[in-house]
């Protein structure tokens, strides 16, 4: 996901090509926000041979309230093709000469307030420099709408000073990117419950990126860049990259919480996140929007941790995100499921623990935790994770609930669809392809797996079922367990319904033949309707007959390889219960990309997909 650099239009600038030969001076005025006088003298006498050129900066005695008088700090920050310099003025200096190659000039004008010691007014111009006579510029001066932060000593002023007025409701834009020196962070917005200390403005990376961000305050909460960013709070094209953050609750590269109507977008973490609860690689706990972010850095805390946020509460989203990193959760005690004692994680590649929405996200990393609700994707879900997919190793060490996408859904409302997973996955008990453990009528649709599964209750596509329903999903991954096996689901517990499914794996290895199926292990109470399963598929014991091989059994109705390679298979409303699988969503698009000669492919989701049938 490329962060690309820009000029915000917020901030006033100037362009104007000025020629090798040229008549008078002039006055340029490009709009409200500022006018761009230009002085040329001897427009006929080039400076021929000369390398460079030199530009006078004028000041003057000031403009309006900006004056030498009454600001102590006036800092002009050159940026030419050949390098950086900048210029502090003396109290009554009023002008600056600089030279430079020609090429495009970046001038940053900056009256510093007295009090804050940030930037309050200036100028920011960029301005194409051509060899010719010397050249006086002298800038309008107007008080910032975006403040530039153009330095550490001023990226660490926003936070000295965050407890004085009009500081956290300001908006920055990052003129550079900046290096910080080893000194410990201070989180910018400090108070959970006071709007006032939380940051509620727009801070824009203007593509830059900050590096080396460092804390370390395990007993402390609300950790990150930002601490806290209230409502109505931005960032967004900001990289940080190699931080290293160390905190107790709401810990995130970015920031530790997000409150209502808050955004971060189009910005990236890398390094290191460590903490207790609410854990993510760029916010801790999200009550807004995340989308067009990612993380690649390692993210590990105790109870929901995510790639990108650790929490993702109700009506919030993240959209557009991924991670590469590896997560890791080790686990709180608690109770889960029924009457079943486990260490919770809730640890997700993307989302550790969702009730809001995830969508068009992905986690190429590996998801590992020693409590259990793990997953590729997310590691509990209550709501929607759709048009998502997982590819890297998904396991819990002596812990379940652990799938390829999701850990452990519950919930009558919560969705997962349109999403897939390759990366192989294993677990104590509970261990799904797609979803480890399903609870509360929840439901899955339009998903498929390649992943190979591993534990106890285990299952292709859903390890065990409690309460919910499963559709449209196939799998064709090799599934191994020493309790419930099965190809698509490894053990329901009460009435639910399997229905349009297919177990094309190529083998399932268990112990109980009772308790094998190659749609269902166990689970008598069941509804299936419709299912089918690979004619060739091996067996480590003989399946309990329990029927036949039949449609609407737990075996399911053999198909073969010309069968599944058949576009017109899967398209015959007649081999199906309500419907075949060329289906559309609530937009009218096609669900599956259906050809010849190959598996469906989910359309709209992404990534590499190629499954196959081994």
Known sequence: MKIEKKIINKIPFATSRLARSCAASGVINLGIFFIFVILLTNCFSPLGGQDEIGVTISLGSGQGRFTAASHERRVIVVTTPGGEQTIELSSNQTAVTISGRPGTW????????????????????????????????????????????????????????????????????????????????????????????????????????????????????????????GNGGEVKNLGLINVNITGNNNVGGLVGIKNNNTTIQHSYVTGTVNGNENIGGVAGTNNGTVQNSYSTGTVTGNQNIGGVVGINNSGSTVRNSYSTGTVTGIGIDGVIGVNINESIANAGGVVGNNSGTVANSYSTGTVSGTGSSIGGVAGLNTSIVEYSYATGSVSGINAGRVGGVVGRQ??????????????????????????????????????????????????????????????????????????????????????NI?????????????????????????????????????????????????????????????????????????????????????????????????????????????????????
């Open 106 to 229: 970046n001038i940053l004008v900056m009256y510093y307030d007295n009090d804050l010691q940030l930037p309050e007014g200036g100028a920011n111009i960029s301005i194409d420099i051509q060899m010719g006579p010397p050249i006086n510029i002298e800038p309008a001066i107007n008080a910032f709408l975006f403040i530039p932060i153009s330095n550490e000593t001023d990226l660490r002023r926003i936070a000295v000073v965050q407890d004085r007025p009009n500081v956290l409701n300001k908006d920055y834009i990052l003129t550079r990117s900046i290096s910080l020196s080893s000194a410990p962070w201070i989180p910018i917005g400090t108070d959970l419950l006071s709007s006032a200390t939380q940051y509620t403005g727009t801070f824009d990376g203007n593509g830059y990126t900050i590096s080396g961000l460092t804390i370390n305050n395990p007993n402390s909460n609300n950790q990150g860049m930002f601490g806290i960013i």
């Open 410 to 495: 519950e919930g009558s409302s919560s969705r997962v669809r349109y999403v897939y997973a390759t990366g192989a996955v294993s677990g104590s008990s509970g261990i799904g392809g797609v979803v480890g453990y399903m609870s509360s009528s929840s439901n899955i649709q339009h998903s498929y797996s390649t992943s190979n599964v591993n534990g106890a209750i285990a299952g292709g596509v859903v390890g065990q079922i409690w309460s919910g329903n499963v559709e449209y999903s196939y799998a064709t991954g090799a599934v191994s367990s020493t309790s419930s096996i099965g190809g698509v689901v490894g053990g329901i517990n009460t009435a």
């Open 498 to 614: 399997v229905r349009n499914s297919l177990a094309l794996n190529p083998s399932l290895t268990g112990a109980i033949a009772s308790s094998l199926g190659r749609i269902v292990g166990s689970g008598s109470l069941s509804t299936m309707l419709n299912n089918y399963a690979r004619s060739d598929m091996q067996f480590s014991i003989t399946p309990d007959p329990d029927g036949t091989f039949e449609l609407n059994g737990k075996h399911g109705e053999d198909i073969t390889v010309a069968d599944y390679h058949s576009a017109s298979w899967w398209t015959n409303a007649g081999n199906w219960d309500g419907g075949a699988w060329d289906a559309t969503n609530a937009e009218g698009n096609a669900i599956w990309d259906i050809a010849p000669g190959r598996l469906p492919r989910l359309n709209g989701v992404g990534g590499n997909q190629n499954p196959s049938v081994n």
